[in-house]
């Protein structure tokens, strides 16, 4: 389960920059996480090179790209509402085409070609090579698929165009898939399995990113930690490759440290991470190099050890906190931040208070906390009964983000009086006199503006807080500039 993306950005339509050549205007929306907001980049930069300008007016669109998340029943829901908004549209302009990218293209595959009529094309998250072609069947008056599941694609050969970019802040994907076959999720289903990125593909975008003014990237996969790169394939194949291979291997450390130091005038930040993937050699990268951001996303889910096993999460209860024990000894002051589901099946009041204390042991900097919603295709939906009452679930919810918001307050109010590293990102939402950006816990920060830009990083003297957001005056700005 993944969930980095802000509230605020779900289903924001994306703009790149204008081609005068180009004849033909693409609206894509994007939902759920991180790798989709990327690949809507990838996407986009395809169909740039096959005569589509984006636009942000949906009702003169000629193609509407829908990129999906199943992560939970809401997540479809919300889809479902985007696409009758789309139908209505499309009645006024009936040569408008409409398709579903992502991850509830790659579940749903042809019934949204049979039931959602609406739709003139269904696109997995591997097929995306293939939209120029699908697009062309369309125009021939067919209805379009590709959902098959590919076990090489990483899209490290496209050059992906940065959308509604602050010009600050990118995503590098560096992994795609899962092998974690945790019971609840659908992600190994719609995005098949792991595979890593050629690094030196991975170096060379950073480099373009740092050519073109960027001064940050997040490393992006279901799960970075397991990144492996020795030739291509996927990681199981491994255990077969020659001695040669192994010597000459990458892993996620190295990747890392490459990055970190091939570009230290640039913040490196990862995400998501396993814990039981999670290697201390990792940590000590990130404790060794100032501009790798000391935030740790460590998603647990559960407290307890019993759902834990349920839930076929690969780590115990025990091992959990004694990496979240070690992050603290070799990083002392880095951030850890959590995903956590409630009303797991068969999960008791027992099990809640394991969560709940758990969360204590961490007291984490923040979260992202769901009720449990049953996945179809998942071992969970089929094998186990969704039996926790809904006001169960969501008392327990409340309990979880109650007890959140403590311990960000905690957090949050450890900062008052130290002076922190931001890098201005934009605008603050509550007043245009101040600037909003992160510091490399990646708490949110607001200072007044004065005569710092977008793009810089400054020292702030932290004066307040809230359980959220960090306040305070600018002393000038940093060394990474």
């Not at 880095?334 to 027992?350: H, K, Y």
Request: hydrophobic share 35%.
């Amino acid at each position: 389960m993944e969930k980095i993306i802000d509230e605020n950005k779900q289903g924001e339509s994306l703009v790149l920059e204008y081609k005068p050549e180009n004849t033909k205007k693409l609206f894509i929306e994007s939902y759920g996480c991180a790798m989709n907001f990327s690949d809507s980049e990838i996407v986009a930069s395809i169909l740039s090179s096959n005569g589509y300008n984006t636009t942000q007016v949906l009702e003169e669109a000629d193609l509407v790209l829908v990129n999906t998340c199943s992560i939970r029943d809401k997540a479809e829901q919300t889809i479902r509402k985007r696409l009758e908004k789309y139908n209505a549209v499309k009645r006024i302009n009936p040569k408008m085409k409409v398709g579903v990218l992502g991850c509830m293209a790659e579940r749903l595959k042809s019934q949204f070609l049979e039931e959602e009529k609406i739709v003139d094309l269904v696109v997995g998250p591997d097929a995306y090579k293939d939209l120029p072609n699908l697009l062309a069947e369309v125009e021939d008056g067919r209805d379009a698929i590709n959902v098959i599941l590919s076990k090489d694609e990483t899209y490290g050969d496209i050059s992906p165009v940065r959308l509604n970019s602050n010009g600050v802040s990118a995503f590098v994907s560096i992994t795609r898939g899962c092998d974690n076959m945790c019971t609840f999720c659908v992600v190994p289903f719609t995005r098949g399995r792991e595979r890593s990125r050629e690094p030196q593909s991975i170096m060379k975008e950073i480099q373009d990113l740092h050519d073109r003014g960027f001064k940050e990237i997040t490393l992006l996969g279901q799960n970075v930690d397991s990144y492996l790169w020795y030739g291509g394939g996927l990681k199981k194949d491994f255990v077969n490759a020659s001695e040669m291979q192994k010597a000459t291997s990458v892993d996620f450390d190295q990747l890392l440290e490459m990055a970190a130091v091939g570009f230290p005038k640039m913040r490196i930040r990862f995400s998501t991470s396993n814990p039981q993937d999670m290697h201390e050699s990792v940590l000590h990268v990130i404790a060794k190099h100032d501009n790798i951001c000391k935030h740790i996303h460590l998603p647990v889910q559960s407290g307890s050890d019993r759902i834990l096993k349920a839930m076929n999460r690969l780590h115990t209860r025990e091992e959990y906190m004694t990496l979240v024990d070690k992050i603290r000894t070799i990083i002392p002051n880095c951030s850890i931040t959590q995903d956590m589901i409630s009303g797991f099946p068969t999960e008791t009041e027992e099990d809640h208070q394991d969560t709940l204390s758990l969360m204590n042991h961490v007291k984490y900097s923040f979260g992202y906390m769901y009720a449990y919603s049953e996945r179809p295709g998942t071992l969970a939906e089929r094998k186990m009964e969704d039996d926790v009452p809904e006001p169960d679930k969501m008392r327990r919810l409340q309990e979880i983000v109650d007890l959140q918001r403590e311990h960000s307050a905690i957090r949050t109010q450890e900062f008052v009086g130290q002076i922190v590293e931001v890098l201005v990102e934009k605008v603050s939402k509550k007043s245009e006199n101040d600037w909003s950006g992160r510091n490399s816990q990646s708490i949110v920060v607001v200072f007044p503006k004065e005569n710092y830009k977008i793009g810089e990083f400054v020292n702030v003297k932290i004066t307040s807080c809230t359980s959220g957001t960090l306040k305070g005056e600018a002393v000038g700005l940093s060394e990474m500039n």
